[in-house]
């Protein structure tokens, strides 16, 4: 209640304001990306400050850090003013006209499968829209998304808090790339090969693959990780001239040199899994966030055919 009592003393431009400055983290960044003055956002922070008695943000390094009371106002802040853009304009975005950013959590894995193609579409029809791309292990892309910080993100989402909502983009499965000349010419890679060599791990601020492991202690199994990286472009590099073996999904392994490298199923059965594209329920009236899902899931329709 405090803090909608606070919320009304506050005019809708501050708010928008403190929104950009929340997420910016920086002065100069929020008024570029608000198209304002760096002077007018400086005096927004100070009524900001004076109205709310709090620092709200203070500067560390070479930006500016949010105080408890900040982060307090967050969420509340970023569901206020998505409700304001669904009642002010329910329906009526022009993809042509509109000047907007979206920050979009992805992987590397994510981002090469249908990043340059939506860029392509973004460019041609939808010019003023602009992509802020966040890299997040799952557990930080659910917690933006909750807290504001993240309009949409794309990934495995087996466990969501009933805030969020999700749409599937398609169902995948695991391969094992191994070097071509590791494997006997039958090419075929067995359980005890799998088990008695070393693998390639990826994984995001110690994320993991726990589709993986929870296979493997199905059958009471354990593998031995070599080598653990949050990169997907890397890693099929490693595996080359090496007795490694990488267990991924298999879209990230299409553009790999075959010449060299092996991509094989596993020896154990790993199910299949959803990706998919995840917001916030509160979102569900923003027409123009609902445009872009539309533009990711046809981007990856196109490519499908």
């Not at 910016?24 to 004076?50: I, K």
């Not at 892309?141 to 808090?161: E, H, R, S, T």
């Amino acid at each position: 209640m405090q803090l909608m009592n606070d919320l009304r003393r506050i005019d809708l431009n501050l708010l928008v304001i403190l929104d950009a400055l929340l997420s910016e983290h920086h002065v100069t960044r929020a008024a570029e990306r608000l198209h304002l003055s760096q002077p007018a956002v400086s005096h927004a922070l100070a009524r900001l400050r004076d109205l709310l008695g709090d620092p709200l943000l203070v500067r560390q390094g070479g930006g500016l850090v949010p105080t408890a009371r900040a982060l307090e106002l967050a969420a509340p802040l970023a569901e206020a003013l998505a409700q304001v853009q669904a009642l002010l304009a329910p329906n009526r975005f022009d993809p042509a006209s509109a000047k907007r950013r979206f920050r979009v959590a992805m992987s590397d894995y994510s981002a090469a499968i249908f990043l340059p193609q939506l860029t392509r579409v973004l460019r041609r029809d939808a010019p003023g829209i602009d992509l802020q791309i966040i890299q997040a292990s799952r557990e930080g892309m659910v917690d933006g998304v909750l807290n504001g910080d993240i309009d949409l993100a794309a990934g495995v989402f087996p466990d969501l808090p009933a805030e969020l909502c999700t749409t599937p983009l398609f169902e995948e499965h695991y391969t094992c790339l191994v070097d071509r000349s590791s494997l006997p010419q039958s090419g075929v890679l067995d359980l005890p090969t799998y088990l008695a060599r070393p693998h390639v791990l990826l994984e995001m601020r110690g994320s993991g693959t726990p589709e993986i492991e929870r296979a493997l202690s199905a059958i009471r199994q354990r593998r031995h990780v070599a080598i653990s990286l949050p990169h997907w472009g890397v890693a099929p590099q490693l595996i080359q001239g090496t007795d490694l073996i990488l267990t991924v999904s298999s879209r990230g392994l299409l553009n790999v040199d075959h010449r060299y490298l092996l991509a094989v199923p596993p020896p154990f059965h790993i199910p299949s899994f959803a990706f998919e594209l995840a917001w916030h329920t509160r979102r569900g009236g923003d027409s123009g966030l609902q445009w872009l899902i539309g533009q990711v899931q046809g981007v990856l329709s196109e490519g499908a055919q």
